[in-house]
Each structure stands twice: as C-alpha cells, then as structure tokens.
C-alpha cells in the first residue's frame, strides 16, 4: 500500500512539472487575436478569410461576418496571417503571437485586385480626331477575374473597346498576377467643343472602379485632303507615289474637283487605287477616300525645298492642302530595261536574256540584283555570280549588261511562268517581270535493258541502241557519238542521226572492231545520245574471251547484273525528283 503511494505521488509531481514546463513554452494555451477587415473606404468587409499559416502550412482559418469582424485563437508563436476575399488584393500581415501582443488586430484594408490605368487621361484634342489609348488591366488577386467594360460618354461620340487586333469587346480575363491592355478608341465629333468628360468603368465581383478623361476640343480647320507627312524626300529623275486621304466632314453630300499645284517641269496627276485618273470625287457625309497623288521629278531639278499644293474645290470653296518635297542632292537612280518580257521555252533546253542596269543618279553604288520565280522547275543563273543573286559596282552614268540563263528542267510542266527580276541601290530600286512559255518538253530515253555485248580478239561485234522519243516536239537531229573507247578498238556508227515524232523509236547500229591482240578481259565503252539539246549517257559493257566455260558462265551472269544496276541507275538520274 505504502509503494502505491509513492508511485501516486511521482506522478502526480510529474504531470504537474509537465504542465508547468509546457505552459512556460506556450503549449497547451492559445491566445486570442481580433480585427476588422475593410475596404479603401472603410467599408466592412463580409465573408474575407482570414488565415494563420505557419512555415507556408495552413494553421488555423475564419471568415469575417456581416460587419467585418473576425476573431481566432492560436497558440503562441510566429506566424504570417493573410486577409483575402476573391476581388480583392491579398493582404499579408507577419503575426508575432505572444501573451503580451494578444488582443485586437486593428482595423485590415483590402484593395481592390484590379487597376485600370492609362499613360494619359486630360489631352487637348480636335473637331474629327480618331483617338487610341492604351488600357492596362492588373489583377493583383488570387483568382483570375472577369472584368467588365463600360463606357460613359457624350451621344455624339463614337467609342468602343478593342483588343490588339481591332476585334471589339466588353469584358477580358485577367489571370491571377497578370496583366493586359486593351486599347479605348474615340471619335470625337465635328461638332465637338469645350471640355468634355467621359469614363471608363472597369467592373468585377461586385467591385468598381471608374478611370475619368477629361478632353478640351478645339475647333480644326478642315483638311479635306490631308498627306501621311508634310515633308517627303526626292531625287531628280524620281516618280513618287504619294498616298492622300480626301474627306467629306460635313453632314451632306459633296462633290469636290480635285486638282495639284507643282513647280514649272513637274509632272503631277491624281489616281485611285486602280491607277485610274481622278479629278472629280463625291462623298457622302463624314466618308473619305484614299486616293494618290503621283509626282515626276525632272532629272535637272536642282537641290532644294519645292512646295506642292492639292486644291478641293467644292461650293465655291477651295480647300488646300500642301505638301514639302525636298530634293537630294546625292542619289543613286537604277533603270532596269530586258531586251525582252517573253520568253518562250521547252522542257530540257535552256536560253539567256540580258538584263541591262543603268545608274542615272549622281553617285557610285553597288547593285544587288535578284532573279525569283514561282516554280522550282526554272533554274536562274546570273553571269555575274552563277547564283540567282549577284552584285557589282555602278558608277554615275554607267551601264552594266549582264545575262539571267534560264534552264526548263526536262520535267516541267507546260504553261506561262512569271520570274521577278529586282536591282536594289543604295536610295532607289528597280523591278521588271519576265513571262516564261513552256510550250511543251524535248526529251529521248534509251530503251535498251541489257548493255552486254560479247565478241572474240579478231572479231567485230554488233549492238544495235534504241532511242525513244518520249517529249512532245519532233526531234529533229537525234546523235550518237562515243565518249570513251578503249585503246585501239575502231568504231563505227550507222546512221550519222535520227529523226523521230513524238512517240517514235529509231535505233544506231554500233560496229566495235576488236584487236587481234586484245586480251580476254571486260572493256567499257562509253556513249551519249543528243537529240535537240537534251542528252543522254550509257556504258556498253564488251567482253571480249577466247572460248565459253564455266567460269565464262558465271561472269556472264555477274555481267548481266551489272548491266541492268546501271541502267536502272541511268534512269534514275532523269526521273524528276529522284
């Protein structure tokens, strides 16, 4: 009884040591923290979850109520507490948790998660301006959000919200921690004046926020014509292209006669996109018009500044427009002439045509030049470089001949090819376009199968080689000739040449006379067909042996195999693609 005791007795001492030790650590205790979350305006915030996390492990969490209020109990220590409800920013808050610091958290502010901002928001703009501005949208939350648009303006004003590439919208998604722009376009109106207010409102999850503009409008003088630039560069000898917008601001249709103003030996004329000349245009209300305005610089104009005017006369009034031309004085000017813009071709034959490069400017330049075509099937080659580029210097005055060689694969396809011939300088260029006819292809093929011929020292041996007309032109003038004989052996060929139709085989007959002395051996003899600028090469293998046995036999075989490999082979070699 009396050892039961004591054994009662230490443990209880222990536990009560335990309890002591643990509460002087702070287990076993928690203490109480309390606040109110709000918004920017001090508005109480509902349903905000208020978390403790601890080494990045979530602790303990609650939920504010109706009046923002939260309270939360956790054991002493070092914590980080985030205040969040979707919409709004995250707010993050380091929590030292100790006996002395328990209690009220104060008041927590939350802000709104997204921020609609723009580089400007107060311009001075014009009667008729078209104005774009960048919006960026950031979501500082932890949710991807939804924002919606809306824009509060004037009636009269035409404004809308795009995205990069002009498709309109009315809501975006921002990602969590991201950003975007959309771009806010305006039109203000003719009749637009003073200071006018208008606003962007940017809303989500029940949260708002609004981004004012505030534009002075000044009246604008009406520039019915206007040019992209009041100033542009030219050179003697130049012909400018220049576009121009004619516009009709006013509420009611009009008719303008539309004339230019350009300095003594310039040339000037008005077109529409068609090339088509144009001196009378009518608009309806507020439509506009692209048209251009094409100018010829005399080669003796001399170094300067030369204004041009644009006049819109309509209703008994004139509108002017002016535009600055300033001359250079050091230029290059390329003049790109072909001695021909057809050429007429057939498939496997080939033809060059000189490419003439003048350079009318007053200063040295180097000339690249470019030859395209739309079709694989046409080889271009510059002398200048053997590559469908090439370059050279070009003093002031000089002129420079160089020859393009088109080469119509044997394989091509009947019909019209364009190839785009370009010379580039240092301040001009130049560009003409050849039109190449392939009206149909020369082509012969040997038929024969078995390049083997056998004969004995003494003897003359006979081959006949069969060529087919396998084009669409007659071939007029269809050889033979041997490229490689061996030593001593005399040949002979019957007939001198071919013509065949489309279609047709004809064949040569082939006299090899065999030395007395030629040894027992296997001896090439090498050949090419021509026939109207297409060629053709075989081997004739030629074995010569003194009498037939086994092992003749079995190189006769050997042989054969050969033979067959390099016709196949010489075939391959005139399959397109292969």
Do not use: C
Not at 197 to 214: C, D, H, K, Q, Y
Not at 263 to 289: E, F, H, M, Y
Not at 407 to 416: F, H, K, R, S, V
């Amino acid at each position: 009884m009396g050892a039961s005791r004591k054994l009662s007795s230490l443990i209880l001492i222990s536990l009560a040591l335990a309890t002591a030790f643990f509460a002087k650590l702070g287990y076993g205790q928690s203490l109480l923290f309390f606040g109110r979350v709000t918004d920017t305006q001090l508005n109480p915030i509902k349903g905000a979850e208020v978390a403790v996390f601890s080494n990045n492990l979530l602790v303990t969490s609650v939920t504010t109520d109706k009046d923002g209020n939260f309270n939360l109990r956790i054991p002493a220590g070092t914590y980080v507490l985030r205040v969040y409800l979707k919409g709004y920013a995250p707010r993050q808050i380091l929590l030292v948790a100790t006996q002395e610091k328990a209690g009220s958290l104060g008041t927590i502010v939350l802000e709104p998660a997204i921020s609609i901002y723009a580089e400007t928001t107060q311009l001075t703009v014009y009667q008729g301006d078209f104005l774009n501005f960048t919006i960026r949208v950031s979501n500082k939350g932890l949710d991807p959000l939804t924002v919606y648009f809306k824009l509060e303006k004037p009636e009269s004003w035409v404004g809308y919200i795009a995205l990069s590439g002009g498709l309109r919208v009315d809501n975006i998604v921002v990602d969590a921690g991201a950003e975007r722009a959309v771009f806010l376009n305006l039109r203000v109106p003719l009749n637009a004046s003073g200071e006018v207010r208008i606003s962007l409102e940017a809303s989500w999850s029940n949260l708002t926020s609004v981004l004012p503009f505030v534009f002075t409008v000044q009246p604008k003088k009406w520039n019915i014509v206007e040019f992209p630039a009041v100033s542009i560069g030219a050179y003697p000898g130049a012909q400018l292209r220049i576009p121009m917008q004619v516009t009709n601001p006013f509420s009611v249709d009009m008719d303008f006669l539309l004339s230019a103003s350009v300095p003594q030996g310039w040339v000037a004329t008005i077109i529409d996109a068609n090339s088509l000349s144009v001196s009378a245009l009518a608009l309806p209300p507020r439509a506009s018009k692209q048209l251009f305005l094409i100018l010829y610089v005399p080669p003796g104009a001399t170094v300067g500044k030369y204004p041009v005017y644009v006049y819109a006369d309509s209703a008994g009034s004139r509108y002017i427009a002016q535009l600055e031309v300033s001359v250079e004085s050091r230029f290059d000017l390329l003049n790109l002439t072909l001695t021909s813009t057809r050429l007429n071709l057939t498939g496997g034959t080939s033809s060059s045509v000189p490419v003439i490069v003048r350079n009318d400017g007053n200063m040295p330049t180097v000339v690249l030049l470019k030859a395209v075509t739309s079709t694989p099937e046409l080889r271009l080659t510059f002398s200048v470089s053997g590559q469908p580029g090439g370059s050279f210097y070009l003093l002031p005055g000089e002129t420079r001949q160089v020859n393009l060689l088109i080469d119509a694969l044997q394989y091509i396809t009947p019909g019209t090819y364009e190839v785009r011939i370009y010379a580039n300088g240092t301040t001009s260029s130049a560009e003409k376009v050849l039109l190449v006819e392939v009206t149909g292809v020369r082509r012969a093929e040997v038929v024969n199968s078995n390049f083997l011929v056998v004969a004995t020292p003494g003897s003359v041996a006979l081959y006949r080689i069969y060529v087919n007309n396998t084009g669409t032109y007659q071939l007029n003038s269809v050889t033979l000739r041997v490229d490689n004989a061996p030593h001593n052996f005399k040949v002979s060929i019957q007939p001198d040449k071919l013509t065949l139709l489309p279609g047709e085989t004809g064949y040569f007959e082939i006299q090899v006379f065999v030395p007395s002395d030629a040894s027992e051996s296997v001896y090439n003899l090498q050949f090419t067909v021509e026939a109207d600028g297409v060629s053709t090469t075989r081997i004739l293998l030629l074995w010569v042996r003194y009498e037939t046995g086994l092992s003749f036999i079995v190189l006769m075989g050997s042989l054969v195999f050969v033979s067959f490999l390099l016709v196949f082979y010489g075939r391959r070699k005139f399959v397109p693609g292969a």
